[in-house]
């Protein structure tokens, strides 16, 4: 069965940093994608970032470039998500999630949540004016 577990959120002052992980495990293929999600109160989910496990390719959305980056542990069992610079329009909890078997995603289709079959319980991010 497939898990994954987010950490590192808390509370963060505007301009500080954060990283967050995604430990993973259980994945019985290859060949997927893991996402990270945001979800604020009164918001819809949005898309964050996403990396290929098969090539290490990166998505971001506009709201997050220059400021976030994804990245993959060699042993692929943990993604990060090094948040620099943070405003308070960044606060939420975040979600890292994974595709499914066959699954895949593109650039037109990694930030929609439906591609994905496997999502972490999530975790706060705060970050204060």
């Known amino acids: 069965e497939v898990q994954l577990v987010e950490s590192g959120g808390g509370l963060v002052q505007v301009g500080g940093s954060l990283r967050l992980s995604c430990a993973t495990s259980?994945?019985?293929?290859?060949?997927?994608?893991i996402g990270w999600f945001r979800h604020a109160p009164g918001k819809e989910r949005e898309g964050v970032s996403c990396i290929s496990e098969f090539d290490r390719s990166t998505y971001y959305a506009d709201s997050v470039k220059g400021r976030f980056t994804i990245s993959l542990d060699d042993a692929k069992t943990t993604v990060y998500l090094q948040m620099n610079s943070l405003k308070p329009e960044d606060t939420a909890v975040y979600y890292c999630?994974?595709?499914?078997?066959?699954?895949?995603?593109?650039?037109?289709?990694?930030?929609?949540?439906?591609?994905?079959?496997?999502w972490g319980q999530g975790t706060q991010v705060t970050v204060s004016s």
């Open positions: 259980g994945f019985y293929f290859d060949d997927y994608h």
């Open positions: 999630a994974a595709t499914g078997v066959a699954g895949t995603v593109v650039e037109d289709t990694w930030s929609d949540g439906d591609e994905y079959d496997y």
